[in-house]
């Protein structure tokens, strides 16, 4: 059984660096093809893609967030994470990470999404 | 990027009803395409991928297809459990992107 869990800080100011963790199981990150990507979702509005680590550590960042993110990787503890710097008010979202277990496939099991707030 | 514009934005449907939705893409993304469904306070679910392929334990009742640049997801005798959102989303090539997603709602 697959399955998810993002962690994170709740509440954050802005300038700070959001850091996200997300533990799984059911799968591992050193298998080949598979990855964990990052998606995040404001409150009532659309999903964003932010980025994905795979297999073999190669990581895709969406370049609309320039050089704020860092994505990485604990193999031995099924975890991967996700550090966004310098956030401000825009970054307030619900967090998801979520499995690809194909190269070239879509995220076939998500996890429940954490919710993070920039706020003054 | 591509962009992938989704109609309509909003749907409203009687149980039993066929629904669909549409993605267009900006450029052929050769079926590198997945269908999301959102209930309300919930993460997305995986519904469909490459454009056509059902995923594991989802309801015959929903079937994509389409192929290059237009894409459908069709939703056969509508069941009270369907109400949510619907996202598209292209994973041909990065930066990957999602349609701005359609509200089905019971008529």
């Known amino acids: 059984q697959v399955t998810l869990k993002e962690s994170g800080p709740g509440i954050l100011q802005p300038s700070q660096t959001l850091s996200l963790t997300c533990t799984f199981s059911?799968?591992?990150?050193?298998?080949?093809?598979?990855?964990v990507g990052w998606i995040r979702q404001p409150s009532g509005k659309g999903l964003e893609w932010l980025a994905n680590?795979?297999?073999?550590?190669?990581?895709y960042y969406n370049p609309s967030l320039k050089n704020r993110l860092t994505i990485s990787k604990d193999t031995s503890n099924n975890q991967a994470f996700l550090k966004i710097t310098n956030v401000d008010t825009a970054d307030t979202a619900t967090y998801y990470c979520?499995?690809?277990?194909?190269?070239?496939?879509?995220?076939?099991?998500w996890g429940q999404g954490v919710m993070v707030t920039v706020s003054s | 990027d591509i962009q992938m514009t989704q109609s309509p934005a909003s749907l409203s449907a009687s149980l039993g009803e066929t629904v669909t939705i549409e993605c267009r893409a900006s450029e052929d993304i050769y079926n590198g395409l997945a269908w999301y469904q959102q209930k309300p306070g919930k993460s997305p679910q995986l519904l469909i991928y490459n454009a056509n392929s059902l995923h594991t334990g989802v309801p015959s009742r929903f079937s994509g297809s389409g192929s290059g640049t237009q894409y459908s997801l069709k939703i056969n005798s509508l069941q009270s459990e369907d109400v949510a959102s619907y996202f598209c989303?292209?994973?041909?090539?990065?930066?990957?992107?999602f349609g701005a997603g359609t509200k089905l709602e019971l008529k």
């Open positions: 989303q292209q994973y041909y090539d990065y930066p990957y992107t």
């Open positions: 979520a499995r690809i277990a194909d190269y070239s496939g879509p995220f076939d099991y």
């Open positions: 059911g799968f591992s990150l050193s298998t080949y093809g598979m990855g």
């Open positions: 680590i795979w297999w073999d550590d190669d990581k």
